[in-house]
């Protein structure tokens, strides 16, 4: 059955640095997503993403957070500065249509 | 928020019982899905229920929806111990993004 990878799965990183969390999609799909899930809490939207642009985002989605997909097969979530609480399980998903998602295992980025 | 709660918050069964979650949201929606996570895992997707659907059926998997109460439910019957898992339901809304909002999850531990 085809998956969503996501690399690394897990990353520790200082406060200040910038990190890139890595996705590679189910192949034809159309749709693809992250998310975010602090230790404990609900799992919070972040981004979506559709023919090359960004579609909707959240208010956790500021300028520190970008997204891209660079080649056609990756799609990957850049924290340019991150922050003690940015440190969370970050899920990448993709859906051929608008729902019917499939998730990453997850990134466990954890900033020290 | 967009959301509601899921109750019970935990719920701590026998093998062979019957588990029931409910889940309750605020605005109309377009469909709601449940996810099952394992401690530490990613998210699997189990069901999806569409607006105009009231009940649905996937295995041992029993999912019911009320539009009028803003409600669902999703009933496990002859649980297992592999069953233990934390459950989510996700609404997703008529908008073009395929953005869903999580509830807060049920913790489910099924006794061998």
Redesign the interface.
């Known amino acids: 059955e085809p998956e969503v990878t996501q690399t690394p799965s897990h990353q520790v990183t200082q406060m200040g640095q910038e990190v890139i969390l890595r996705c590679v999609p189910i192949s034809n799909h159309l ?1 693809f ?1 992250w ?1 975010r899930q602090i230790l404990g ?5 972040l981004v ?1 993403f ?1 023919n090359n642009e960004i ?2 985002k959240s208010e956790i989605f500021d300028d520190q957070f970008s997204v891209e997909r660079p080649d056609g097969s990756n799609f990957t979530l850049k924290i340019r500065s991150t922050k003690l609480e940015d440190s969370a ?1 970050y ?1 990448c ?1 993709s ?1 051929q249509l ?9 990134t ?1 980025l954890t900033v020290v | 928020s967009q959301q509601g709660e899921e109750d019970p918050q935990a719920l701590s069964i026998q093998e062979g019982e019957n588990a029931t979650m409910n889940c309750s949201y605020k605005t109309s929606i ?2 709601l ?1 449940w ?1 099952r996570q394992n401690s ?6 189990l069901i ?1 229920i569409r607006s105009n659907e009231r009940e649905k059926h996937s295995g041992r998997l029993r999912v019911t929806l009320d539009t009028s109460k803003k409600s669902s439910s999703l009933l496990i019957t002859a649980s297992r111990a592999a069953d233990t898992a934390s459950y ?1 339901c ?1 609404t ?1 809304y008529s ?11 049920t913790t489910l531990q099924v006794k061998p």
């Open positions: 749709y997503y998310y809490q609900k799992v919070e939207f979506s559709y579609s909707e399980m899920f998903a859906s608008l729902y019917g998602y499939t998730f990453g295992s997850g466990r | 377009n469909n899905q996810y530490g895992r990613g998210l699997v997707h999806l989510f996700a997703g908008s073009n993004t395929g953005k869903l909002i999580f509830g807060q999850g």
